[in-house]
């Protein structure tokens, strides 16, 4: 019984001294993002190309991110949650030169390296992968293991590989309310560009 509660309070002393040891790691490589918000927590595991990262507050980066964007930026606004292993890429090989590997080719094309943007209050859930150009509208969450690579618009939930509209969140009087409760005047959505978005979405 002593043995038993040995080993289960130095199990727990581990688990805490990696959470202290994860947290300094995760306070000492902050400064290396673009720029970041305020209780902005993520992985110090995961792969960043931090100077290339923009990132709001509240926002929450899950175990094993992968964030690549070498000549685009990736931007993710405030209120934001990443599931685990979710893979951003803000770039793609150029692919169109004959006479050469693909391995070899160093001239990219404009097209090749675009932004990802990530607006506020999205839910991206685990395993899920963000191509490049891709805009992920504010409200919208993005299903685990979904693929993107076309813009999802705002309020939508977005599914598959790859990834298309599964439903939208809130009806159209909902939504008004919601905007209402969380942004300022000159923030808010329209009623117009809300109703396009259902109605988008139910031409799906």
């Known amino acids: 019984m002593n043995a038993m509660l040995l080993l289960r309070g130095l199990a727990q002393g581990l688990i805490l001294w990696r959470l202290g040891r994860r947290r300094m790691r995760?306070?000492?490589l902050r400064p290396a993002f673009r720029r970041y918000g305020r209780r902005f927590i993520f992985d110090p595991d995961g792969h960043y190309t931090f100077g290339h990262i923009?990132?709001?507050d509240d926002v929450s980066i899950g175990a094993g991110a992968v964030m690549l964007a070498t000549r685009s930026r990736i931007i993710v606004g405030s209120?934001?949650?990443f599931g685990p292993h979710v893979m951003?890429?803000?770039g793609n090989h150029n692919t169109t030169l004959a006479g050469q590997f693909m391995y070899d080719v160093q001239e990219k094309r404009d097209e090749d390296d675009q932004d990802v943007i990530i607006e506020d209050d999205v839910w991206v859930a685990?395993?899920?992968?963000i191509l490049k150009g891709v805009r992920i509208g504010r409200g919208a969450i993005v299903a685990a293991g979904a693929v993107v690579n076309r813009d999802v618009p705002p309020y939508t939930v977005v599914g598959g590989v790859p990834a298309r509209i599964i439903s939208t969140r809130f009806d159209l009087e909902t939504l008004m309310e919601h905007e209402?409760?969380?942004?300022?005047?000159?923030r808010r959505l329209?009623?117009?560009?809300?109703q396009g978005v259902l109605n988008h979405a139910q031409t799906r």
């Open 54 to 56: 923009e990132v709001g």
């Open 26 to 28: 995760m306070l000492l």
């Open 126 to 129: 685990a395993g899920v992968t």
């Open 79 to 81: 209120k934001v949650m």
């Open 88 to 90: 951003i890429i803000g």
């Open 180 to 186: 209402a409760a969380l942004y300022p005047p000159d």
């Open 190 to 194: 329209s009623r117009d560009m809300l």
